[in-house]
């Protein structure tokens, strides 16, 4: 066999996983997106009149900056699915692959807060 349909099947077959592994994760990134959005509501509302001063143009880079970066973060889930969609244990993984994203987004809610209580909560004023 020649190297380039050796090279071309590989790209085939790194596609095809790329593609199932989109299949699965990215619709859930709104989901996730929208837990993140959520709590960080919540603080907002729950705290109003401390993130008053807030309300302003100057915080909008560095918050768009903070979703990118939990973005980022959430695309990482591919360095682990796609090497195991290519594994022998590709069935089980398929199965179980929720409890990473439900894991992932816990601990992301985790460092919002976090993130918000420690950083962002007392620069305010």
Do not use: K
């Not at 705290?47 to 807030?54: E, L």
């Not at 409890?99 to 950083?119: P, Q």
């Amino acid at each position: 066999m020649s190297s380039q349909t050796l090279s071309g099947n590989n790209d085939s077959n790194f596609r095809e996983l790329l593609s199932a592994s989109a299949r699965f994760w990215e619709p859930r990134r709104i989901l996730y997106n929208f837990f993140l959005l959520a709590t960080c509501a919540i603080w907002f509302t729950a705290s109003w009149p401390h993130f008053r001063p807030a309300l302003h143009l100057t915080y909008l880079l560095p918050l768009l900056v903070l979703a990118l970066h939990a973005n980022l973060c959430y695309s990482a889930a591919y360095l682990i699915d796609l090497p195991l969609l290519g594994s022998s244990i590709r069935s089980s993984w398929l199965s179980r692959r929720r409890i990473l994203w439900i894991a992932g987004t816990l601990l992301a809610l985790v460092l919002a807060n976090y993130w918000i209580a420690d950083e962002i909560y007392p620069d305010v004023r």
